[in-house]
């Protein structure tokens, strides 16, 4: 004998919730962040809304793979290793949510340039991968070294939240409704290690960024680091995304990332390629006018 409802039972529980939930219409409540987990409702129909959150979505490639010839203690060493610099990394960036999800975390940022901050912690925890966490693998596993590093996704939406499962318990979570965080891991999932992908809001603040846009003045000419990405099952605007392989240079990756972070955008280095683009431009504008003012002219003549 069990103290547990019996299956009719707990069907026909459920029935009445879906019946109750899908009669109501839910209260939509406009929030400032930052995102307080605390404050959020649970068994009220109440949701609160957060503008434009920017999501990061990091997921630790080949992870199915890593205890190929290993002991089990190892395998869990390197999930440890692997995982919680990439959950410090959202935090030090100023994530105001973070989520953990086996060999993956999330971080949900809002306030000032949170933007800017979310693709900062994307490319550090890529850079961690690849130069950091690789490194580490190869010297312990020479031989037989795992292969493995971050696929990074950022997304930007408005996001709905609220706490779903059973109250005064610890079977309760919050749950995010919106673009950021399913397009975030889609951005992910299609990536390999050691490459980000965003989807077009994130790529559009990306591209009027000269610090993010162009390679470090190390370099002997700047040039783009991004690629255009269409990302897959992503619907509309949001699929024309970007793609990044490079990491932050090891000589200016610190200022350039503080710059980003602080606001600045426009690189004293790059005026005269500045210069040089913006002229080019005025010159095709000129000659678009002449040949529209020609065919005019000609139209009237005629």
């Given at each position: 004998m069990t103290d547990r409802p019996s299956v009719s039972e707990m069907l026909e529980d459920s029935e009445a919730h879906v019946d109750e939930q899908l009669k109501q219409t839910p209260e939509v409540i406009k929030t400032d962040g930052p995102i307080d987990t605390e404050d959020l409702y649970i068994d009220a129909p109440k949701w609160r809304k957060y503008s434009q959150v920017s999501c990061v979505f990091a997921d630790l490639a080949g992870s199915t793979s890593l205890?190929?010839?290993?002991?089990?203690?190892?395998?869990?060493?390197?999930y440890d290793a692997a995982v919680k610099p990439a959950v410090l990394i959202l935090t030090n960036f100023g994530a105001d949510f973070i989520d953990v999800q086996g060999d993956a975390a999330f971080g949900l940022f809002t306030g000032e340039y949170s933007k800017r901050r979310a693709i900062c912690a994307g490319i550090t925890i890529k850079t961690f991968g690849e130069r950091v966490l690789m490194s580490a693998l190869e010297k312990k596993w020479p031989a037989n070294t795992p292969q493995t590093g971050y696929k990074v996704g950022c997304a930007v939406s408005d996001l709905l939240a609220k706490k779903i499962g059973i109250s005064r318990t610890d079977h309760n979570a919050p749950v995010w409704a919106g673009r950021a965080v399913n397009y975030a891991a889609k951005c992910s999932q299609q990536a390999v290690a050691h490459?980000?992908?965003?989807?077009?809001?994130?790529?559009?603040?990306i591209r009027c960024n000269e610090y993010l846009w162009y390679s470090c003045a190390c370099s002997d000419e700047s040039t783009e680091l991004w690629s255009e990405q269409h990302v897959e099952k992503v619907s509309g605007k949001d699929a024309e995304g970007l793609l990044l392989t490079s990491s932050w240079c090891e000589t200016c990756g610190d200022a350039y990332c503080d710059k980003i972070c602080t606001g600045s955008w426009r690189r004293p280095d790059l005026d005269s390629k500045r210069n040089f683009l913006a002229?080019?431009?005025y010159q095709k504008?000129?000659?678009?006018r002449e040949a529209n003012g020609l065919q005019i002219r000609r139209g009237i003549g005629g």
């Open positions: 205890r190929n010839g290993r002991w089990e203690a190892s395998t869990a060493s390197i490459q980000m992908i965003v989807t077009k809001p994130v790529a559009d603040t002229y080019g431009k504008v000129i000659k678009f």
